[in-house]
């Protein structure tokens, strides 16, 4: 299995291309059951999930094509695919594909909306939390699917004149309940409000790219979307917008080992809340005409207190990252995870690069020291192990970073975007 080497100290100069966001391309991918016609995408990642989900498409009856590859120094990426599903040729996503990745789950919404019923598998647990599946029953049922959990499966039906528009207001803002739900009331009969809904940028280009598809949703954005529905969707070309989780990893580690680095292709709107952090801890950043600029110079890392919370404010998939900062920061720091009850794994693994943090329930408190040390570690999850590269990056010696499958899912390329700007980097093959 593949581990990521990392020899800290070096400061990071140079631009880093930033990908298109994995969580849009994953909803969108699943936008094109919704219509026969073909959904391209542009700038959509190449990551583990991204083709995990390809494969999963392809079982319901997508015709996936890649092309139209962007070159850039000599290497492609940003890949434009064609997805085309003609029929839907099964309505059953089956537990070995749901349980690897959760995401798939959402297909329920489109294929209860096009071909008035779904079997999916309960996704089961995951190294984050419990993560339970209970507003996208309660919702769909608002939009009056009959549900019944049977052997670890939802089975899902819509009445016979398909799904009926309705008022359903979340308990708890849920991204991906959210998009599930905006999806299947597309083809509902009549009007549906969503009220407390996700304002996540993601959930934003799912409502744009459906309403390119022919949908008709507004208050995208904002905690109350509606969606009027229509009678078919059509083929649409769309492009994903920037990873903000990415942007902002790669701006904390910036902030992290010093230097000054052109985060490319994205934009500062998508996570003013974690920038208006990075810049507290002692970074100055500047939009340039097509991203930002992240500058730090001599000046060492501040402490600085955040909460995570649904958008606008401190992305939980920014959490972990932003422990990696504070580990090196020069006083004592909190960090409250609001989102998910055991989001706290890279804490153990920080500790072992000489990290001081207790934990405290949903606050971890953060004794900055002036110097971490290289060592072997392991991550559970994907932005837990990006934060131990951060940590790595910083540290004396050598960080030797196990289960990489977990970067691949989320991080395109990540040690050959580093090593560019000067990090030492590199895969390592057993
Ligand atoms: N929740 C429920 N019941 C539900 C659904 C959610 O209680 O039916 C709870 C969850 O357990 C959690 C909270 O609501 O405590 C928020 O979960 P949400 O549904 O918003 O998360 P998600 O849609 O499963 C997406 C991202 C996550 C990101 C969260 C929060 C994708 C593919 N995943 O997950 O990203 O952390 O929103 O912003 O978009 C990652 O990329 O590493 C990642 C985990």
């Not at 939802?154 to 009445?159: C, F, I, S």
């Not at 803002?173 to 597309?186: D, K």
């Not at 404010?313 to 990252?321: C, E, H, N």
Request: contains cysteine; glycine residues 10%; hydrophobic residues 40%.
């Amino acid at each position: 299995m593949d581990r990521i080497r990392i020899v800290g100290g070096n400061e990071l100069h140079g631009v880093i291309p930033i990908s298109g966001a994995k969580n849009a391309a994953l909803p969108l991918m699943i936008a094109s059951l919704l219509t026969d016609d073909t959904l391209t995408l542009e700038n959509v990642p190449h990551l583990a999930d991204v083709e995990q989900l390809i494969r999963i498409l392809g079982n319901h009856g997508v015709d996936i094509s890649v092309n139209g590859r962007r070159e850039r120094q000599g290497e492609s990426y940003a890949r434009t695919i064609h997805f085309t599903c003609r029929n839907i040729v099964d309505t059953t996503a089956p537990y070995e594909l749901v349980s690897k990745m959760r995401a798939s789950f959402w297909v329920i919404g489109p294929l209860l909306a096009r071909e008035g019923k779904a079997r999916v598998s309960l996704p089961g647990g995951c190294a984050i939390g419990t993560r339970p599946v209970d507003l996208f029953i309660e919702g769909l049922q608002a939009l009056s699917a009959n549900i019944e959990i049977d052997s670890g499966y939802v089975n899902a039906t819509a009445p016979a004149g398909g799904l009926i528009g309705a008022r359903y207001t979340f308990p708890k803002v849920s991204v991906g309940a959210t998009h599930v739900l905006m999806m299947a009331a597309t083809l509902a009969n009549g009007t549906t409000v969503l009220g407390n809904a996700a304002r996540e940028p993601e959930v934003v280009d799912l409502a744009n790219c459906l309403n390119a598809m022919g949908a008709k949703i507004t208050g995208q954005g904002t905690a109350t979307i509606t969606i009027e529905g229509v009678r078919s969707l059509s083929g649409a070309r769309h492009r994903v917008l920037p990873d903000r989780i990415e942007t902002g990893t790669y701006a904390m580690a910036v902030a992290m080992t010093g230097g000054d680095v052109i985060l490319e292709d994205t934009d500062m709107a998508l996570l003013d809340t974690a920038l208006e952090a990075i810049r507290r801890a002692g970074a100055e950043i500047t939009p340039t005409n097509s991203g930002i600029r992240v500058v730090r110079n001599g000046a060492g890392i501040k402490p600085v207190d955040i909460v995570t919370d649904p958008f606008p404010g401190f992305p939980t998939d920014l959490q972990a990252q932003f422990m990696g900062l504070m580990t090196k920061s020069n006083g004592v720091s909190h960090i409250t995870e609001t989102i998910f009850e055991n989001r706290f794994m890279h804490v153990q693994e920080l500790a072992r690069l000489g990290a001081k943090i207790s934990l405290s329930g949903q606050t971890a408190k953060i004794e900055g020291v002036s110097r971490l040390k290289g060592a072997p570690v392991m991550a559970t999850d994907l932005r837990a192990s990006v934060s131990l590269v951060i940590a790595g990056l910083a540290a004396e010696g050598e960080t030797m970073v196990s289960r990489v499958y977990h970067l691949d899912r989320g991080f395109e390329r990540l040690e050959e975007k580093l090593t560019r700007c000067g990090a030492h980097v590199e895969r390592v093959s057993d």
